[in-house]
């Protein structure tokens, strides 16, 4: 049975819960558009009755229950002929074989509070990027914004893929950010931002789905190769984002999809980076996860805190970093993979979403970690569908 039929039967079985853990990236990267993939079967559906919205500090903060039509969870997808090699797929049939018959779903286990600034003092300064994971960070400041990286997402408002001549529009203003940071190699996206990035930036992929990575793999492989770069162009790739915090999987399981990921990203040339990408309180929970990835690379979004001030969100955004390098106390950098502030929907907590506070967030995040941070995100996503009850899924663009 396929993996992902295994999840949506065990989730029948429990119960789906959803809570805006780490901002609003606790779902709004989960609508991906796969546009030239053949349909093979469709999923079964699945209820969810109960939603419970936790804060970034554990504390439930609404809970309410309501019907929910029951809609296509996923659809099962094929990929065109692979081109793997022999020992990459039997790693990968290996491992995802060993995931599917394992899979217990995985509900968040109940979250501890980061402890704040004025409770927790940091005793040791955070670990300074390793050559491999960091640049010179000199980039010409766009929209006079400046950090380490950017979000990108390559669809138009409806939902569909950009053109990739808007693609690369785009891309030609980010040059003060050293990497642009995608989810997946939709779109032809990889292709189209390599071939804008500025001289000296690098792109970071994401790898969104276990049950298509080898396809994914290969797709990325043929982007990223047929651009001048090649793998020099790539920062790290991502293999998953936030799959522990959502409860989508254990870390046992996203330690082995990790791995086949790099078995089979290396038969394709690269050698590089490779990180797991989730949330504060996933690796506070879940320390093992330190040992995953070449980096800690991790989201978070100070207005789901609920009482810092945007003017504020730079200092404790270093307070979390210098938390989370206590936790994993390995020496590995650490990278904020998203962050920012909603300009607008409803107010959280002490936390009001403007464009004055978007820009005073940014510009203290800015000048405190910017060479550490991916500010969340290019543009508005008009295509997403709001799901943490603040109408501020769609309203975390920068250069709209």
Not at 252 to 257: E, L
Not at 277 to 301: G, K, R
Request: aromatic share 8%; glycine share 8%; with cysteine.
């Amino acid at each position: 049975m396929k993996i992902a039929q295994q999840l949506l039967l065990a989730s029948l079985a429990s119960c789906a819960i959803a809570y805006p853990l780490q901002a609003g990236n606790q779902h709004h990267h989960h609508h991906h558009h796969h546009q030239k993939r053949e349909a093979e079967a469709k999923a079964e559906v699945v209820v969810v009755t109960q939603y419970v919205h936790v804060n970034q500090n554990g504390q439930v903060v609404n809970q309410d229950s309501a019907s929910v039509t029951p809609t296509t969870l996923s659809t099962i997808l094929t990929s065109a002929a692979d081109t793997t090699a022999a020992s990459s797929t039997a790693v990968i049939v290996q491992t995802l074989s060993a995931l599917s018959s394992s899979f217990v779903p995985v509900a968040a286990s109940p979250v501890a509070s980061f402890a704040s600034s004025a409770v927790l003092s940091a005793s040791s300064s955070v670990p300074s990027a390793s050559s491999s994971a960091s640049s010179d960070y000199d980039g010409a400041a766009s929209n006079g914004y400046k950090a380490k990286g950017i979000t990108y997402s390559p669809y138009t408002s409806s939902g569909q893929c950009k053109s990739g001549s808007d693609i690369e529009s785009d891309i030609s203003k980010l040059t003060g950010f050293d990497v642009i940071r995608v989810y997946a190699p939709d779109c032809s996206c990889v292709e189209h931002i390599m071939s804008a990035m500025a001289d000296g930036q690098k792109i970071f992929p994401g790898l969104f789905y276990v049950d298509s990575l080898s396809s994914d793999i290969d797709l990325l492989a043929t982007q990223v190769e047929g651009s001048s770069q090649g793998w020099a162009g790539v920062h790290s790739i991502a293999v998953g984002n936030e799959w522990v915090n959502s409860g989508t999987y254990s870390v046992a399981q996203v330690s082995a999809a990790v791995s086949s990921g790099r078995a089979l990203l290396k038969d394709q040339g690269y050698t590089g980076l490779v990180v797991t990408v989730d949330t504060l309180v996933a690796y506070q929970n879940n320390p093992e996860l330190c040992e995953i990835s070449d980096y800690i690379s991790v989201n978070s979004h100070p207005f789901w805190d609920g009482n810092v001030q945007p003017g504020n969100s730079g200092p404790w955004l270093k307070q979390q970093i210098e938390n989370i390098s206590n936790i994993c106390n390995d020496g590995k950098t650490v990278l904020i993979t998203e962050t920012g502030w909603p300009h607008q929907g409803d107010t959280y907590g002490s936390c009001v979403p403007s464009r004055a506070n978007q820009a005073s967030a940014l510009k203290s995040i800015q000048d405190t970690i910017g060479d550490q941070a991916f500010f969340f995100t290019y543009e508005d996503d008009l295509w997403k569908t709001d799901t943490t009850g603040y109408n501020v899924e769609k309203y975390w663009g920068i250069f709209d």
